[in-house]
């Protein structure tokens, strides 16, 4: 079971005998916490995933939850497993979840953090020794990609689409920012804690310093001011502030005792993390508990000065608003409660909840905000999981607009220099994981859409009469039994300068480079592993928040 998991076990109830491990020689609990808790939680108590607790799953038998494991589940972020279980392996996995017992948390402390820390360059001697970059004429024009089964980090000339290095970051690399004050330095987290500073200036960009903050990660966020890092744990639950110059840690906020919705006193794991050009505060999101802190990073000792609760339920992914007070809202996806919360930095509190439609579960990933001149607004937008539509809402937190697309989506993106919001489809089922939907962004509704064939083209497509406006060659990939793949997008991400953008495919490894403005295809980057996100420097340095 995968990290971005969306199960739903629901359905007919198979007869009977226990299933048997056979020859597995899997750990299963091992898996478990590689592949699956981020979703479903380190007790197996859910969040983006499904409640695996035995009562509720132990209703649905065994040969049931043996196919949704091997097979997925249609509808939803729960993927096949075939490629990595046999069926034995599954069979074992089903029994494991089946006689599961909660087991207690371990507690976030700073002296378990600082045991980890590493230094693997010398920065003063690097900073001193390259003040530009060897590289590239500027870090600017560097995008950072994510290899996620490789898990590897690796940085590409945005201007030449060169590959100019990889390495190894820890299982599962995820998020990275970067300090927009000295851009020469960026930061990656894993989904294993590990936290890693490179330096862009210096040949082949080194990771200069590492620290691990826990056994399960996610998020991360560097201050506008360059001076303070803060890292997001599901395991152990909490955060912790780092310096941004170093990587020591500086104080840990621990969550293995809030409040949750219904005022159970319980772990939470911490899920989005956001500074903000607003004032001097960095937001992290309690999932489980359904609260978000704010952090004052300018007093002594670092305080929460903000404490906004019953935000919603599974709280995950959030961006923060553009245009006019930048930086002032931090917009928090509720996956449990389908709604976008509305924290305010100014006042600290919650200024409203968007809804997003029933079951959707909205995923903005880094989200959109731009300013539509048609209607003289601000607007926001995200994808949502479990449905095909892009939420469109104002500055008075009104829903404008439902624009239907494909398939569920995990990522949204945009910037200035391109008409459309580039929308994925990546939860939507093989029929439509190959498509990207581009939405106007003064019409609001799908103006192209771009689709990669197993058969090796990638077409530009009229959404009105579905008719093919450019077809273009890019290549067939096959697997290890000669079958061919289809492509699955993901991510779009604005480059070199507005350009191009980004976009991700993930089965076939590689990433596609399109004009940003037409959406016409330009160009590929090979021979990658499962290539997730894609940061460009430039736009991440704009971007409030990421």
Request: net charge neutral; aromatic share 8%; with cysteine.
């Amino acid at each position: 079971m995968k990290k971005i998991l969306g199960i739903t076990l629901a359905g007919v109830i198979f007869a009977t005998l226990p299933l048997m491990a056979g020859d597995s020689k899997m750990d299963v609990a091992q898996m478990f916490e590689k592949e699956c808790q981020g979703c479903h939680g380190p007790n197996h108590e859910g969040g983006v995933g499904s409640s695996l607790d035995p009562k509720a799953i132990g209703k649905k038998g065994d040969y049931f939850l043996r196919d949704t494991i091997l097979s997925g589940r249609a509808g939803t972020a729960m993927p096949s497993f075939k490629s990595k279980f046999t069926s034995d392996d599954a069979d074992k996995m089903v029994q494991y979840l089946l006689k599961y017992e909660a087991k207690q948390l371990t507690k976030l402390t700073i002296e378990d953090v600082a045991a980890t820390y590493q230094v693997l360059e010398n920065r003063e001697e690097l900073y001193k020794k390259y003040p530009k970059p060897t590289d590239v004429k500027s870090v600017q024009d560097i995008v950072v990609f994510t290899e996620r089964d490789a898990s590897k980090v690796g940085f590409i000339d945005g201007t030449t689409n060169k590959v100019l290095s990889k390495h190894s970051s820890g299982f599962a690399t995820h998020v990275t920012v970067v300090n927009k004050r000295i851009p020469r330095y960026v930061y990656n987290i894993s989904r294993d804690g590990w936290v890693n500073m490179f330096d862009l200036n210096a040949p082949g960009q080194p990771i200069i310093a590492k620290i691990r903050v826990g056994s399960d990660s996610r998020g991360l966020a560097c201050t506008p001011d360059g001076r303070y890092l803060m890292a997001g744990n599901y395991v152990p639950g909490g955060a912790v502030l780092l310096d941004a110059m170093t990587l020591k840690p500086l104080k840990v906020y621990s969550t293995d005792q809030v409040e949750d919705m219904d005022g159970n006193i319980k772990s939470s794991r911490v899920a989005s993390i956001a500074d903000t050009p607003y004032g001097p505060y960095i937001a992290f999101a309690l999932k489980d508990a359904g609260h978000v802190y704010i952090v004052d990073y300018s007093k002594p000792d670092f305080p929460i000065v903000g404490d906004i609760p019953k935000i919603g339920r599974i709280l995950h992914d959030a961006f923060l608003n553009e245009g006019e007070e930048v930086g002032r809202y931090y917009m928090i996806a509720s996956q449990g409660s389908d709604v976008m919360g509305i924290v305010d930095f100014k006042t600290k509190t919650l200024a409203d909840k968007v809804y997003t439609g029933p079951g959707s579960k909205p995923h903005p990933g880094q989200g959109s905000s731009w300013y539509n001149e048609k209607l003289g607004k601000q607007l926001h937008a995200t994808v949502n999981m479990n449905v095909g539509d892009v939420t469109i809402w104002d500055n008075q937190w009104h829903v404008l607009k439902h624009t239907k697309t494909a398939g569920g989506g995990l990522f949204i993106g945009t910037n200035e220099h391109t008409p459309f919001l580039w929308a994925d489809n990546v939860i939507g089922g093989e029929d439509n994981y190959n498509k990207i939907d581009l939405v106007d962004k003064e019409t609001l509704m799908v103006g192209r859409i771009i689709q990669a064939t197993k058969e090796g083209t990638v077409q530009l497509i009229d959404p009105n009469n579905l008719k093919v406006i450019k077809e273009w060659d890019i290549g067939a990939v096959k697997n290890e039994k000669g079958e061919l793949i289809t492509p699955r997008l993901l991510h779009g991400e604005p480059s070199a300068h507005g350009e191009h953008m980004y976009v991700s495919d993930w089965t076939c490894g590689r990433i596609l480079v399109f004009n940003a403005k037409t959406g016409e295809y330009v160009t590929q980057i090979t021979e990658l592993t499962t290539p997730t996100f894609t940061y460009s420097i430039e736009h991440r340095m704009d971007l409030p928040g990421a």
